[in-house]
């Protein structure tokens, strides 16, 4: 209570005080809050970077409030009480889904929208030992592969990694972990072959740097029939070619498979005109940010995904539309989204409106209308089922 309180005041004291301007005419709170990462991680060290830049530039101080899981960050985004969150794919696609944590019954599909997304270097992917030579998706049949208990969007990114290559988790021996951090010291000890993780993480260069190694096993960007069967899974993911972290550099890249981290999201109510100055902000200051922690460089405008798999706020898509970048494609794949959410959302209110009490059936119940609901559309339902605790 006492966490929400002092959340609520911040954000109340960020809306009340004077705007700061640039003299680009940026206008933005001289007081604002985003949730990120946990302190000492990626997300977290990119939000300090570009509040820097944002005191230094145009006076605003950005508040960081660290958030250990999807949950965490995303509520007091949703409660009103921070207007931004530099979220993950948990709190920001699976949150607009409304499955797993969001499938509970006092949360449902969010209207989450994007504001910029970082597409780094840095891939998102399946890290597994060298000496197990797996150089392709398709040679972590019969390995060793960590499923993280009580993770669910890393989980679902194995299996989605598994699918483009025809495989399920049938097809390896799926070895339980009580953490993420525990399923990579696995590697290092032989537990296990592989694992998803990024790899910029500390605990990648420590496999790197163990006597086991590390590769990353290659996602080939032209085969069409595996990007179909992974993007089905989860269609938040986008082909990179890795280049920054353990074992990776410029002149030694992996054809890979990863999607943004972290997002820059909102709310669907935020208000456009501080969803735009946001937006402007980032993309101006960039040039003062860019060095300033490692992965920023995926915050260039010229690396943005306009067309994911959330929806762009319309203060972000205005400010787009000025630099000539918006095309009537990328609004048609954003109407799609915002479709889908308004399905989502009118089968979430009716099925809370006689649903079980019990949070287990009330979770199973969920995924059926859900389903019923997208299938009812023609759109694709991508999970259909999950873990209720």
Same mark, same amino acid.
């Given at each position: 209570?006492?966490?929400?309180?002092?959340?609520?005041?911040?954000?109340?004291?960020?809306?009340?005080?004077?705007?700061?301007?640039?003299?680009?005419?940026?206008?933005?709170?001289?007081?604002?809050?985003?949730? %990120?990462?946990?302190?000492?991680?990626?997300?977290?060290?990119?939000?300090?970077?570009?509040?820097?830049?944002?005191?230094?530039?145009?006076?605003?101080?950005?508040?960081?409030?660290?958030?250990?899981?999807?949950?965490?960050?995303?509520?007091?985004?949703?409660?009103?009480?921070?207007?931004?969150?530099?979220?993950?794919?948990?709190? =920001?696609?699976?949150?607009?889904?409304?499955?797993?944590?969001?499938?509970?019954?006092?949360?449902?599909?969010?209207?989450?929208?994007?504001?910029?997304?970082?597409? =780094?270097?840095?891939?998102?992917?399946?890290?597994?030992?060298?000496? &197990?030579?797996?150089?392709?998706?398709?040679?972590?049949?019969?390995?060793?592969?960590?499923?993280?208990?009580?993770?669910?969007?890393?989980?679902?990114?194995?299996?989605?990694?598994? %699918?483009?290559?025809?495989?399920?988790?049938?097809?390896?021996?799926?070895?339980?972990?009580?953490?993420?951090? &525990?399923?990579?010291?696995?590697?290092? =000890?032989?537990?296990?072959?592989?694992?998803?993780?990024?790899?910029?993480?500390?605990?990648?260069?420590?496999?790197?740097?163990?006597?086991?190694?590390?590769?990353?096993?290659?996602?080939?960007?032209?085969?069409?029939? &595996?990007?179909?069967?992974?993007?089905?899974?989860?269609?938040?993911?986008?082909?990179?070619?890795?280049?920054? @972290?353990?074992?990776?550099?410029?002149?030694?890249?992996?054809?890979?498979?990863?999607?943004?981290?972290?997002?820059?999201?909102?709310?669907?109510?935020?208000?456009?005109?501080?969803?735009?100055?946001?937006?402007?902000?980032?993309?101006?200051?960039?040039?003062?940010?860019?060095?300033?922690?490692?992965?920023?460089?995926?915050?260039?405008?010229?690396?943005?995904?306009?067309?994911?798999?959330?929806?762009?706020?319309?203060?972000?898509?205005?400010?787009?539309?000025?630099?000539?970048?918006?095309?009537?494609?990328?609004?048609?794949?954003?109407?799609?989204?915002?479709?889908?959410?308004?399905?989502?959302?009118?089968?979430?209110?009716?099925?809370?409106?006689?649903?079980? &009490?019990?949070?287990?059936?009330?979770?199973? @119940?969920?995924?059926?209308?859900?389903?019923?609901?997208?299938?009812? %559309?023609?759109?694709?339902?991508?999970?259909?089922?999950?873990?209720?605790?």
């Amino acid at each position: 209570m006492k966490r929400r309180t002092l959340l609520a005041a911040a954000a109340l004291t960020a809306m009340v005080l004077a705007p700061a301007m640039s003299q680009t005419g940026t206008k933005l709170p001289e007081t604002l809050t985003w949730t %990120a990462y946990d302190v000492g991680s990626g997300g977290y060290n990119q939000a300090v970077a570009i509040g820097n830049a944002l005191k230094n530039k145009l006076n605003v101080t950005l508040r960081v409030l660290p958030g250990k899981n999807d949950i965490s960050r995303t509520l007091p985004l949703r409660d009103g009480q921070v207007p931004f969150s530099a979220n993950g794919v948990g709190g =920001s696609y699976l949150a607009q889904e409304g499955v797993y944590e969001f499938g509970a019954k006092d949360w449902g599909p969010q209207p989450v929208r994007a504001v910029l997304l970082n597409n =780094s270097d840095a891939l998102l992917t399946v890290v597994t030992a060298k000496d &197990a030579n797996i150089k392709t998706m398709g040679d972590l049949k019969g390995k060793r592969v960590a499923w993280v208990v009580g993770a669910p969007s890393l989980n679902q990114n194995i299996t989605a990694l598994l %699918a483009s290559a025809n495989l399920t988790w049938n097809d390896v021996k799926r070895v339980d972990f009580g953490g993420f951090g &525990a399923a990579m010291e696995g590697i290092i =000890s032989n537990q296990v072959d592989a694992a998803f993780a990024s790899t910029i993480s500390g605990q990648a260069y420590k496999i790197a740097s163990s006597p086991r190694g590390i590769q990353y096993p290659v996602v080939p960007h032209k085969d069409k029939e &595996a990007w179909a069967r992974l993007k089905k899974v989860a269609p938040f993911y986008v082909p990179q070619w890795g280049a920054e @972290g353990a074992d990776l550099s410029k002149d030694k890249k992996v054809e890979g498979a990863t999607y943004p981290y972290p997002v820059l999201m909102t709310m669907a109510k935020t208000d456009a005109d501080i969803v735009y100055n946001m937006t402007k902000a980032m993309v101006e200051l960039f040039p003062d940010y860019k060095d300033g922690a490692p992965g920023n460089v995926g915050w260039d405008i010229e690396r943005q995904i306009f067309a994911w798999a959330i929806p762009m706020h319309e203060g972000s898509i205005k400010y787009f539309r000025e630099r000539k970048l918006w095309t009537d494609e990328y609004q048609k794949h954003n109407d799609s989204l915002v479709a889908r959410q308004k399905v989502l959302g009118d089968a979430w209110q009716k099925y809370t409106a006689s649903a079980p &009490a019990d949070a287990k059936e009330f979770a199973q @119940g969920w995924m059926k209308a859900r389903a019923a609901a997208l299938s009812a %559309a023609k759109m694709e339902v991508v999970v259909d089922s999950w873990e209720v605790k």
